[in-house]
């Protein structure tokens, strides 16, 4: 077999790149360790930044994100029962949309079903050859056999665990990562939001967050140990907890019901670099993770989509390389400030172990000029926003 671009996993990232790229007649094949069903199973933030609507809207596969999709003008942020809003409209012109991840991964891979894209699922053994070569070629097993792929060029959209990363000799590869002294316990209740707008809650019992998918939908989560299981959290004492982490006004009309998902995540900052090998490409989690906190991990995937995309572009439309030898270092500079982002936030709202009494007085201090200082929610609003591509 033979195609021009090879995409490792059919996540977000590789399932946008996939579909941009036919849009432009550039062929490709997506190979997916797990089926459709798994990857659509994976909750995760839905907050998109305007650089993602437009590459849905680019791709074709926007419509519903404009039907169903909640536009925010700003967000909510408490420290005990003090809550203030910032208003990313006004600072930004531009406000961020709230739809799932799993949705935009739904609306993706039925774009890529109508348009007859190959993508080969459960597949095993992915090994990517030739990298640093003019002819590279990926192998992997289906069913018991094993097949090879030659091609241009390779896209590592194969997540945090997937092999791309790892084909890159380590002492070409450096890393960067720190990890956070806590979780977050997320839950999906078919409940209405209890605000129209996110919070995000700093509380002297932790951080907390109230989200949403839809009027009948929320997503709401608290920080958490470590050590805990979903077991240790019954329903009740998730309710109860996150109550007491919101202004009480919002505690006194938030609607509790059953939970339909539990999960706890833990809390990473991570980046590689490079981001490109030879003719291997990193995309989205395969190359950077960010702590949930800001909503950046698909947004930040989004811009790497974006840059490897046009990249790609200029290489067959107009037999330029300077596209693709840009990208990692275009890439890597928006993802740093992604992160520094998510890492401030982080360090905003939650309460760490570790902390001092002097900690938490600068926590407080900086919240308060979040609050007062029209420059700083400007900052924070342009961030949140998504900074331009
Ligand atoms: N071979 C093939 N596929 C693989 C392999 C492999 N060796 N390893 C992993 N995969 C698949 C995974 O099963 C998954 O479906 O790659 C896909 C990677 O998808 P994501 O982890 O969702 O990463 P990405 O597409 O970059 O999305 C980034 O989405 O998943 C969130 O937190 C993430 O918000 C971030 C955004
Ligand atoms: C979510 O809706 O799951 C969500 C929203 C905002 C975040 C993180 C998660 O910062």
New binding site residues.
């Given amino acids: 077999m033979n195609t021009q671009i090879v995409i490792?996993?059919?996540?977000?990232?590789?399932?946008l790149l996939s579909q941009l790229l036919d849009k432009r007649g550039i062929d490709s094949i997506v190979?997916?360790?797990?089926t459709k069903d798994?990857?659509l199973g994976?909750i995760?933030?839905g907050v998109l930044e305007q650089g993602l609507v437009r590459l849905m809207e680019e791709a074709g596969c926007a419509d519903r994100l404009h039907a169903e999709g909640f536009t925010h003008d700003g967000t909510l942020i408490s420290f005990g029962d003090e809550m203030f809003r910032i208003d990313f409209t006004k600072h930004t012109g531009t406000p961020v949309v709230v739809y799932g991840?799993t949705e935009v991964?739904r609306d993706l891979y039925d774009a890529r079903e109508a348009a007859g894209g190959k993508i080969e699922f459960n597949?095993k053994d992915?090994v990517i050859n030739g990298a640093d070569t003019d002819a590279p070629f990926v192998t992997?097993t289906v069913a018991g056999e094993t097949r090879k792929i030659d091609c241009d060029f390779v896209a590592g959209?194969?997540?945090?665990?997937?092999?791309?990363r790892k084909t890159i000799p380590d002492d070409v590869r450096r890393e960067y990562e720190k990890v956070y002294p806590f979780g977050w316990l997320g839950i999906l209740s078919e409940t209405p939001p209890v605000s129209h707008e996110l919070i995000y809650a700093n509380s002297p019992r932790g951080f907390a967050l109230a989200s949403m998918r839809n009027d009948n939908l929320c997503r709401y989560y608290i920080q958490c140990s470590l050590d805990d299981t979903i077991d240790d959290w019954s329903d009740d004492a998730f309710w109860d907890e996150f109550k007491k982490r919101i202004p009480a006004q919002q505690a006194a009309r938030l609607i509790t019901g059953q939970s339909i998902e539990k999960s706890i995540a833990p809390l990473r900052s991570f980046v590689t670099e490079p981001m490109r090998w030879g003719r291997l490409f990193l995309?989205?989690?395969?190359a950077h993770?960010v702590p949930p906190t800001g909503a950046k991990?698909?947004n930040?995937?989004a811009s790497d989509v974006h840059y490897l995309y046009n990249g790609l572009r200029d290489y067959y439309e107009n037999n330029s390389s300077d596209g693709i030898d840009a990208y990692s270092a275009k890439a890597l500079s928006r993802i740093w400030k992604a992160e520094r982002f998510s890492w401030w936030f982080s360090a905003l709202m939650h309460r760490y172990p570790d902390q001092t009494e002097f900690d938490q007085r600068i926590q407080v201090a900086e919240l308060e000029f979040l609050r007062s200082n029209d420059a700083a929610q400007k900052a924070m609003a342009e961030n949140y926003v998504g900074l331009p591509y």
């Avoid at 995309?283 to 395969?286: I, L, S, V």
């Fill in positions: 490792i996993g059919g996540g977000p990232s590789g399932l190979l997916e360790r797990k798994y990857v994976r995760r933030a991840q991964t597949v992915v992997y959209c194969d997540g945090f665990h997937g092999v791309s995309c989205g989690d395969a993770i991990g698909l930040t995937a």
